[in-house]
């Protein structure tokens, strides 16, 4: 999962980031409005954590814009304010939830894979393929029942694989689930990524549509 994190607070962006990254998820940090704007416009993602206090922009007055523009993703609001006409402004403006600060980073962890959900349309965080099993919110990876220790970038390559039911991949397409802007890609850290992931849970897993991308296959180990 990646998450754009709209926050101007070097002390709470930090927490997030850090916390967040931890559990596996892909995190982009935007200190204004406009920068914001430029990077959900230059990469995918999958959610938007957006603060109201932002010292260019209102972050509400962002938010009407982008929704306006035709911006479907998740969005959820950061805010410090209480009122209650804040909230029922913030969720008019087009936010899918809210959060006072502050708040606990399990909470906003759960708020965010509950928002992943509607989105998804699915009930659950859960995803099975054949005998595998994916806990995304959790981060934990089961073959046969048995737990399987992924690093972060394998747990956010299989459950872009995963999510994607079959459909094929590009390598950008998987880059960006993978890569924040400010992290150095190397030319092959998606082979080694695969290479493993192949290693951990059989070489079917990931199969390989030349010239086109990667796909999940069947599970076979
Ligand atoms: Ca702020």
Same mark, same amino acid.
């Given at each position: 999962?990646?998450?754009?994190?709209?926050?101007?607070?070097?002390?709470?962006?930090? @927490?997030?980031?850090?916390?967040?990254?931890? !559990?596996?998820?892909?995190?982009?940090?935007?200190?204004?409005?406009? /920068?914001?704007?430029?990077?959900?416009?230059?990469?995918?993602?999958?959610?938007?954590? !957006?603060?109201?206090?932002?010292?260019?922009?209102? @972050?509400? =007055?962002?938010?009407?814009?982008?929704?306006? +523009?035709?911006?479907?993703?998740?969005?959820?609001?950061?805010?410090?304010?209480?009122?209650?006409?804040?909230?029922?402004? @913030?969720? /008019?403006?087009?936010?899918?939830?809210?959060?006072?600060?502050?708040?606990?980073? =399990?909470?906003?962890?759960? /708020?965010?894979?509950?928002?992943?959900?509607?989105?998804?349309?699915?009930?659950?965080?859960?995803?099975?393929?054949?005998?595998?099993?994916?806990? =995304?919110? /959790?981060?934990?990876?089961?073959?046969?029942?048995?737990?399987?220790?992924? +690093?972060?970038?394998?747990?956010?390559?299989?459950?872009?694989?995963?999510?994607?039911?079959?459909?094929?991949?590009?390598?950008?397409? !998987?880059?960006?689930?993978?890569?924040?802007?400010?992290?150095?890609?190397?030319?092959?850290? !998606?082979?080694?990524?695969?290479?493993?992931?192949?290693?951990?849970?059989?070489?079917?897993?990931?199969?390989?549509?030349?010239?086109?991308?990667?796909?999940? @296959?069947?599970?076979?180990?």
């Amino acid at each position: 999962m990646r998450v754009l994190l709209v926050e101007d607070d070097d002390l709470i962006a930090h @927490g997030i980031q850090t916390g967040l990254r931890a !559990l596996g998820l892909t995190v982009d940090c935007a200190t204004t409005a406009a /920068r914001a704007e430029t990077m959900l416009s230059a990469a995918h993602c999958d959610v938007v954590i !957006l603060d109201l206090g932002l010292p260019d922009e209102d @972050g509400m =007055s962002l938010l009407q814009r982008l929704r306006a +523009s035709g911006m479907a993703l998740p969005v959820l609001v950061l805010t410090a304010r209480d009122a209650v006409e804040d909230r029922v402004a @913030g969720l /008019r403006a087009g936010a899918d939830d809210y959060l006072l600060k502050p708040f606990d980073l =399990s909470e906003l962890v759960a /708020r965010l894979h509950a928002l992943l959900r509607r989105a998804a349309g699915r009930s659950m965080d859960i995803i099975e393929h054949g005998p595998l099993r994916l806990d =995304s919110e /959790r981060g934990e990876a089961f073959l046969h029942g048995r737990a399987v220790i992924l +690093s972060r970038r394998e747990l956010a390559l299989l459950a872009a694989l995963l999510h994607a039911r079959g459909r094929i991949l590009s390598v950008d397409q !998987l880059k960006d689930s993978l890569y924040g802007f400010s992290e150095e890609i190397e030319s092959n850290a !998606l082979n080694v990524h695969i290479h493993h992931l192949r290693r951990k849970l059989g070489t079917d897993i990931i199969e390989t549509v030349r010239g086109v991308g990667y796909r999940c @296959g069947m599970v076979i180990a």
